[in-house]
């Protein structure tokens, strides 16, 4: 096939049991166009997971990547995936061999490697490889997508264990410090993620050329969409704010929502300031009531206010009822919004924490505002993309808040931070197939403020973007 390039976006961090998660994924800059005569591949995702083993001394290490060629073709000829796997295989070896001269007596200039030839590789549009080492006969497995992953062991050593490491704060982090980048405002804005295909609208088309869409589609992992207009006309469902998206405790209906289980959540233990500990959550102090899956031409505000809808009907009752809402908008053309409902029956005055954070100022909720995300069931690479770190939602990305009679609301903008709407675009391509859990907590700093206590979980079982909702005035 014809060279191509990629422009590539690095970003880390470290898990709760000391694993390093070293990820990379394409990203398009203003400055940095696809070269004369080069065809812009795109990486889905990829880079290194470093994992400890007995208990510290080793490490396991995988090369992965999730790439996307930009072609036609739908196999991967043998010599392909062979060429590929070794110079995957080059890469962790090269680690390995590093290691022991760094152990050793060895000078590591001798084991240098350097990768500066181009790959000529086949005709080759969608491959998933995975390389075992532990094993003496290579094994080379093709599904779904570019997945390669190397497994390679390094020596004993006497250095700090990794998981002695783990003592930093929860989150982890995609910026340069401020004193590497002192213009990096206008970097941020130089940046955006590679567009997705599902985020471009399309117009209907013939039934002949419908099929080349359709093929086009399963070449690049994604679906159609037609134009916001025309799915508004074909969208005779009425719904209101907070019901829009169906509810399925049984956890088998597609496109559905419902409570998650706390217990998959782990939260800071009541001596987490001299241990760091943390255990499992055995409950919520909010319940979730509801949600929406919305499609839309721009940025969906203050859900809460909408008349009609959940937090609104109850507002008018007049009840101690108070709702903490969480709007997640993807921006893009077209912008996507999810959007979580929580309540509490009891006064908030009745919860410190919780009537501290709902009555404190942005500054307050953006230092305590925290996010546990997870996918329980799905692809391997989109699993490591997200993650299970916690993260503080208002240090990471623009959040705003909306405070009403009987209502708080975040609407969150994931668009802020490129490393975020990068995970967001992957997530959005594999959707269907995914099992999303996430968890909020308002975090705690001090001793009376531990142990910590989960404001609500919610369970998203293989969302659909063509189910997503037109939004409403």
């Known amino acids: 096939m014809k060279r191509r390039d990629l422009l590539l976006q690095r970003y880390w961090r470290r898990e709760d ?148 490491l783990n003592q930093e704060p929860d989150e982890f982090f995609d910026v340069p410090e401020a004193d590497e980048f002192l213009d990096y405002d206008r970097l941020e804005r130089d940046w955006s ?59 088998t209906s597609p496109c559905s929502w419902s409570a998650g289980d706390p217990s998959s959540f782990l939260i800071r233990s009541k001596t987490y300031l001299k241990d760091n500990r943390k255990i499992k959550a055995n409950g919520t102090s909010m319940q979730m009531v509801g949600a929406d899956w919305l499609i839309s031409d721009k940025r969906e505000d203050d859900l809460g206010s909408r008349v009609g809808g959940i937090v609104q009907k109850y507002a008018e009752r007049g009840g101690p009822e108070f709702f903490f809402v969480i709007n997640m908008q993807i921006p893009g053309s077209p912008t996507y919004t999810l959007a979580l409902y929580y309540m509490i029956k009891t006064p908030i005055e009745d919860h410190p924490l919780l009537n501290k954070f709902v009555n404190g100022d942005d500054a307050y909720r ?55 709407q990068g995970v967001a675009n992957l997530v959005l391509g594999y959707l269907n197939n995914l099992v999303v859990e996430m968890a909020f907590i308002i975090q705690g700093n001090t001793q009376e403020e531990l142990p910590e206590t989960l404001l609500g979980t919610c369970r998203l079982n293989h969302l659909d973007q063509s189910k997503a909702h037109v939004a409403m005035p």
């Open 366 to 420: 953006n230092s305590r505002f925290k996010l546990i995300p997870y996918i329980s069931k799905g692809s391997w690479i989109v699993k490591q993309s997200v993650g299970k770190k916690a993260c503080l939602l208002g240090q990471a990305l623009n959040t705003r808040y909306f405070r009403g009679k009987n209502y708080l609301e975040a609407d969150i903008d994931v668009g802020s931070s490129t490393v975020a």
């Open 193 to 251: 993620p590679e567009p997705s295909s599902p985020k471009i609208p399309q117009p209907k088309i013939t039934s002949a050329a419908g099929l080349v869409r359709k093929l086009h589609g399963l070449a690049t992992q994604k679906k159609g969409y037609t134009e916001l207009q025309e799915v508004a006309r074909e969208d005779s469902i009425v719904f209101s704010y907070g019901t829009s998206l169906q509810k399925d405790p049984t956890f």
């Open 17 to 164: 049991d000391g694993t390093y998660v070293i990820l990379y994924h394409s990203a398009s800059h203003k400055k940095c166009p696809p070269h004369n005569g080069y065809v812009r591949a795109r990486l889905k995702s990829g880079g290194y997971v470093i994992t400890p083993v007995n208990n510290g001394k080793q490490s396991l290490v995988k090369h992965m990547l999730a790439i996307d060629w930009k072609f036609w073709k739908f196999y991967l000829r043998t010599p392909a995936a062979r060429s590929l796997t070794i110079r995957m295989l080059e890469r962790v070896a090269a680690l390995r061999e590093l290691f022991k001269a760094k152990q050793g007596n060895y000078p590591p200039e001798c084991l240098s490697m350097e990768w500066t030839s181009d790959a000529h590789l086949p005709q080759l549009e969608k491959e998933d490889i995975k390389i075992d080492t532990q094993s003496p006969e290579e094994t080379i497995k093709i599904e779904e997508d570019v997945l390669m992953e190397v497994e390679a062991a390094k020596p004993p050593s006497g250095r700090v264990s990794l998981l002695r």
